[in-house]
Nanobody
């Protein structure tokens, strides 16, 4: 059974940092690119960042470039999202997801192309 367990969310002030983690089990981790998405109340789920199976390719939403960093540790079957200089507009539930690497990295921003999802972790940023 595949499981992605998101953790690390919390309530912080603007300008603070948080690191989210996504621990994967039940799958061959290196067969999957990993992505982070977020969903704020009343809004559609949006792409945040993604990393290829090897870590050699990265993609970020324009809204988080320069502030967020995605990484992965294949030995630990874990992906991370380092979030710096958080803003109130970053408030959302953050989800990690696994994308079959054989689908091609070009589809990495499309949530419909992800096979597995974490349960989400809440990030709240106050001004």
């Amino acid at each position: 059974q595949v499981q992605l367990v998101d953790s690390g969310g919390g309530s912080v002030q603007g300008g603070a940092s948080l690191t989210l983690s996504c621990a994967a089990s039940g799958l061959i981790f290196v067969n999957y690119d990993m992505g982070w998405f977020r969903q704020a109340p009343g809004k559609a789920r949006e792409f945040v960042a993604a990393i290829s199976w090897s870590g050699g390719a990265l993609d970020y939403a324009d809204s988080v470039k320069g502030r967020f960093t995605i990484s992965r540790d294949n030995a630990k079957n874990t992906a991370y999202l380092q979030m710096n200089t958080l803003r109130p507009e970053d408030t959302a539930v953050y989800f990690c997801a696994a994308h079959n690497r054989f689908s091609g990295f070009r589809t990495i921003t499309s949530f419909q192309r992800y096979a597995f999802w974490g349960q989400g972790t809440q990030v709240t940023v106050s001004s």
